[in-house]
């Protein structure tokens, strides 16, 4: 591997859904290829977000399966795919996202390849540290490949504490950064006199319709995320004043959503749109965003819907305080609760001042703090300090957005 080079070339490894972990990686190897970088993007499938760029290849990760196997043996095939991809193309840092599985793949890549693997970093995006990394039977594994990891990030400040908790893991020991999740705030902007509404029935209501609120829910519908909790916050607010939801996303919950809308008889009021790969548009028509969640680690569609103008309620958890400020950029309430949450909202809707005023400071807040430029620097940062530990960024010049020849100038 060499040590110090103009372009670096990183592997990265996750899920291609539709839920945090697998946006945020999309995104980052896709901007990491606009600055330059030579990108290799692993997942089972091509990740939802993923365009074409020249610098960024997808490969897809093959797994076997045999007769003999209950389950496929997903954890020793990533291993071997990516000790192979590391060298064919000199790979230099391998960028995991969600710990489990591929901690463990990287592990054993690790082993395989000795001296010669990359540097591997890993980013923790929440349940694998909640919900499954504290586990009896992931836990051992998990610490070890963790402390075998060469540098750890996680989105909040929330997740890294709760990390040192769960997984047992010591500050000491085993560092963990904290590198917030970003948005391209060029792409989710408020709309603007050019912008063309989405042809969807749902934005070519009656007249009455036109001038009622709209609210709106991004998701992938799994309980965690509290939908049903989304139909009884909106049947609320519909009980006082003309509003209509947007419900965007799909997973295990839909239907049975869908069907609560119905027997609280708002569901004419309703709009469930599915996935989108491309929902700006909707997101730029819409006043407040829902996200009643049982935990979020940051909040990622909350700060695609900031970055549009767009204000968020949202529940008092995880990293969301660290995203939303009460009554400037947005509100937040106890988890569950349904009353509170629908008085928010209708005091929002209620006072148009305010409203305004929110959806200014969340779009402010979001070009200061969450910007793709800002955040993108301390990757690159990250992975230089990995791959050449006399690396500074003040001895770099510092890239910019528009460069594509990116960013060392390094000085020994």
Not at 163 to 179: E, G
Request: aromatic share 6%; with cysteine; hydrophobic share 40%.
């Amino acid at each position: 591997m060499n040590m110090v080079k103009d372009v670096l070339n990183i592997a990265m490894v996750c899920f291609p859904s539709f839920g945090g972990s697998g946006v945020l990686a999309t995104e980052l190897a896709l901007a990491l290829a606009r600055r330059g970088h030579r990108v290799h993007l692993l997942s089972s499938r091509r990740p939802f977000r993923l365009d074409e760029h020249p610098r960024l290849r997808f490969h897809p990760i093959e797994v076997h399966d045999y007769p003999l196997f209950e389950h496929a043996p997903f954890t020793m095939a990533l291993a071997s795919q990516l000790a192979l991809l590391s060298e064919q193309e000199s790979i230099d840092v391998l960028h995991l996202h969600y710990a489990i599985p591929f901690a463990a793949s990287a592990l054993l890549m690790k082993q395989i390849l000795g001296t010669k693997a990359p540097k591997v970093v890993t980013t923790l995006h929440g349940t694998d540290v909640t919900h499954l990394g504290h586990l009896p039977h992931h836990l051992p594994v998990l610490q070890t490949a963790l402390r075998q990891s060469d540098g750890i990030t996680t989105p909040s400040q929330y997740l890294r504490k709760a990390a040192y908790t769960h997984l047992k893991l010591s500050p000491d020991t085993t560092p963990i950064q904290v590198i917030p999740n970003f948005v391209d705030s060029h792409h989710f902007r408020p709309a603007d006199e050019d912008t063309i509404a989405p042809a969807h029935p749902f934005f070519q209501s009656s007249e009455d319709k036109t001038h009622s609120p709209i609210l709106v829910h991004l998701s992938n519908f799994r309980p965690v995320k509290r939908p049903i909790d989304v139909i009884d916050i909106f049947a609320k607010i519909r009980s006082q004043r003309p509003a209509r939801l947007l419900m965007i996303g799909d997973g295990p919950e839909r239907e049975h959503v869908a069907l609560h809308a119905r027997q609280l008889g708002v569901d004419e009021d309703v709009s469930f749109i599915g996935s989108q790969r491309e929902f700006v548009s909707y997101l730029q028509r819409c006043d407040l965003m829902l996200l009643p969640s049982e935990m979020e680690s940051f909040g990622l569609a909350a700060l695609e819907a900031m970055s549009c103008g767009v204000p968020v309620l949202a529940s008092h958890v995880g990293g969301l305080p660290e995203l939303i400020e009460h009554g400037v950029s947005g509100y937040l309430a106890d988890v569950g609760d349904i009353e509170a949450m629908a008085a928010l909202a209708l005091q929002h809707f209620d006072t148009p001042q305010q409203m305004d005023a929110m959806r200014q400071a969340a779009r402010r807040v979001v070009e200061a703090k969450w910007s793709t430029s800002h955040i993108i620097q301390q990757y690159e940062e990250a992975y230089l300090r990995l791959c050449s530990p006399s690396y500074s960024l003040s001895q770099a010049e510092q890239p910019s957005d528009a460069q594509v020849q990116t960013y060392v100038h390094h000085k020994e």
